[in-house]
């Protein structure tokens, strides 16, 4: 059975001049003058005036006019104030609705300039990841909270370096552009300190020292860095951030987590344990999934979390983009709409030395 698709409310809207004179031209020609309908043809111009341009607001006032003119001789309205009343109600409305159109298209310009500055900001700050580095393939989703957002806390970076591929995935807290501000200090920190410090401890040093002198006391950044330097095998060193999903050819999910908890970065003032890297086997056929709490912490319509180990056979797509979105348009699902906060989700897959040849 073919769904019929419901009309949206612009288009009700811009239809909505030409139903309202034309109701107001039957009702005030089939019962006469006596009801008074024909201020009413105001009503057209007046809708106009909320969607499209100044030019179509005028155009439909003019059309009213036109119409009032027309229906005042006929009821011999201009015997009378009534009649000129009338027009001088329409004219009235018309200027509004074309004042109000003009001032919406400003706006409407305004918010397309900020959207563009927006993007590039994003495409400067969220660099696209390189689709392949060394044994790795990589492929990103970024679902803001908000619907019409481009850029917001969470960040990503995957970083081919002398001592190998490093990958951080973080989340700032807070939202606005205080958020986007220490999302640009950590990744432009990491950037640099990637290609820098053979140690990942000592990288992960070096961001804190930069987080700590951008950030209060209060504000933090969560985050985990990962190193893949040497065959089959992971090294993982995280600030209080969510363990990642490690899918094994089978398709089982595994949660590589460390042997103790340290604070986000930011916090390292409160002389919380430092923390201490971890590893985790990784060998090709298999893959890493890297996300900020915005995808666990995502809740449907009864409160219920969503279940990412649950999701895994998501991410059996040959094309790791493919599979990745796949794992984004489940997530939307579940929330019934967009989430309530940032995800972020960075896909790592380990290709043998067959595939990486082909």
């Known amino acids: 059975m073919a769904v019929r698709k419901l009309p949206s ?13 034309a109701t107001v031209t039957v009702g ?20 106009a005036g909320l969607v499209g341009g100044w030019r179509r607001t005028a155009a439909i006032g003019a059309a009213a006019l036109l119409l009032c003119v027309a229906l005042g001789l006929y009821d011999g309205l201009f015997q009378e104030r009534r009649g000129f009343t009338a027009m001088v109600s329409v004219v009235g409305v018309t ?4 004042a109000a159109a003009v001032m919406r298209s400003r706006r409407e310009a305004e918010l397309a300039s900020v959207r563009s500055i927006a993007e590039v900001a994003q495409r400067v700050l969220l660099r696209p990841v390189p689709l392949t580095a060394g ?17 917001g806390g969470d960040l990503y970076e995957v970083v081919a370096s ?28 990491f950037r640099e300190a990637a290609h820098e410090e053979p140690d990942l401890v000592d990288l992960g040093e070096r961001l804190e020292r930069s987080v700590s002198r951008e950030l209060d006391d209060e504000k933090f950044v969560t985050a985990i860095l990962v190193e893949i330097a040497s065959d089959y095998e992971a090294v ?19 949660f590589p987590q460390p042997a103790s908890f340290a604070l986000p970065l930011g916090l390292g003032a409160h002389r919380g344990e430092s923390p201490k890297p971890y590893r985790a086997d990784f060998v090709p056929g298999e893959q890493l999934l890297l996300y900020t709490d915005g995808v666990t912490e995502a809740r449907d319509a009864h409160g219920t979390f969503y279940p990412l180990a649950d ?12 599979a990745l979105e796949a794992l984004r348009e489940d997530l939307v699902r579940h929330v019934g709409g967009p989430p309530h906060d940032d995800a972020a989700m960075l896909l790592l897959r380990y290709h043998s030395h067959a595939e990486r040849k082909s």
């Open 236 to 254: 993982l060193l995280s600030y209080g951030h969510p363990a990642p999903m490690l899918v094994r050819r089978g398709g089982d999910a595994e």
């Open 95 to 98: 200027g509004v609705g074309i």
């Open 135 to 151: 044994p790795l393939q990589a492929a990103v989703s970024y679902t803001s909270a908000v619907a019409e957002a481009r850029i």
């Open 162 to 189: 002398p001592y190998g591929v490093r990958i951080i995935v973080g989340d700032v807290q807070g939202k606005g552009l205080a958020a986007v501000e220490t999302a640009a200090v950590v990744l432009g920190a």
């Open 311 to 322: 999701r895994a056979h998501l991410l059996q797509d040959p094309d790791a983009h493919g």
């Open 9 to 21: 409310s612009i288009t009700v809207l811009s239809c909505m001049p030409v139903v309202v004179m």
């Open 28 to 47: 005030d020609v089939v019962v006469g003058a006596g009801l008074g309908f024909l201020p009413l043809i105001s009503l057209g111009p007046a809708f």
